[in-house]
């Protein structure tokens, strides 16, 4: 950790010359799991020429170094610097409710850099963010990324732990994190519906929540402006009542607004994780694609 302290506190454009390294070595000589990235951009974007995929596919390893490199700066990156680097827009959204005493449920895909959004977040709030994680097997990256998520006061929790806490501290107000995107296990799966020209597994934990205890969602919408900064949108996804909700209709919306956010920033998304494996599960709800 000592070592990874002292990277970290390297100037940002010096720890790029070796993500530039790091880029050259997992695209062009490993080819770090390009199979899997080649086979979901080929699904999401059939309509696309190869050349038009392979200029995302180049420019999302370099997206995935760069990210690499700026997450290890985060362990020792100031406030002031974060605030330049990690814009967030339309942040009254949260933070208004949030101070009313009210519980705000914000929900997120896979977009880099989401650990530098986190942190801008719970920098303006502390601990009245919480976020949600699945724990890492290896212990040494486990305790890295405990020790970067909640270096500004977030309060982290894993997936196993959180209704048993959120019941606990139902009346606490906060803004709750959840990445929504992620593939859920064969016993987890809720909902199935067309995402991205597949039949796709989603989480719905974020709406069942909200609309139990009626809570307002979020999504932030993200892109990169330039290399190093990030802009993240909050944009109204659901609010209460919901008395005239159809089922899924949060998810159903939460899809939607990933879908587009994918699309108008392709390079953006984390196309590594094989987030169509293992999908097939006969007892789940379909929908219609």
């Known amino acids: 950790m000592i070592l990874i302290r002292l990277i970290s506190k390297l100037p940002l454009h010096v720890l790029y010359i070796f993500s530039d390294f790091l880029y050259l070595l997992a695209y062009y000589l490993i080819g770090y799991r390009k199979k899997v990235v080649q086979d979901n951009l080929k699904h999401a974007f059939p309509e696309k020429s190869h050349a038009e995929r392979r ?3 180049k420019k ?21 610097e974060m605030s330049k680097r990690f814009l967030t827009k339309n942040p009254a959204l949260i933070f208004d409710l949030v101070d009313k005493g009210e519980i705000v449920i914000g929900m997120c895909g896979h977009f880099f850099n ?19 994680y699945t724990r890492i097997n290896q212990p040494f990256f486990e305790k890295l990324m405990q020790t970067i998520r909640g270096r500004m006061g977030a309060k ?6 959180f209704q048993r806490n959120f019941l606990k501290n ?20 809720r909902y ?47 609010a209460p009542p919901y008395t005239s909700h159809e089922p899924h ?36 709800e379909a929908s219609q694609p």
């Open 55 to 57: 200029e995302i596919e």
């Open 60 to 80: 999302f390893y370099r997206n995935f170094t760069d990210s690499l490199a700026e997450t290890i700066k985060l362990l020792t990156m100031d406030e002031n």
């Open 114 to 132: 989401w650990e530098g959004h986190l942190l801008t977040v719970s920098s303006k709030v502390q601990e009245k963010c919480e976020t949600i």
């Open 156 to 161: 982290i929790t894993e997936k196993k732990s």
């Open 170 to 189: 139902r009346k606490i107000p906060r803004l709750i994190v959840l990445a929504a995107d992620q593939r859920p296990n064969l016993l987890d799966i």
């Open 192 to 238: 199935r519906t067309s995402f991205m020209n597949r039949q796709t597994a989603f989480f719905e934990g974020g709406e069942k929540l909200a609309k139990r205890f009626n809570l307002t969602v979020i999504y932030a919408f993200t892109s990169k402006p330039k290399r190093g900064h990030y802009e993240f949108e909050y944009r109204m996804l659901a």
């Open 249 to 284: 209709s949060i998810t159903e919306k939460f899809i939607s607004l990933l879908a587009d956010n994918i699309r108008e920033h392709p390079d953006l998304y984390l196309w590594s994780h094989n987030r169509w494996k293992n999908q097939t599960n006969p007892t789940t």
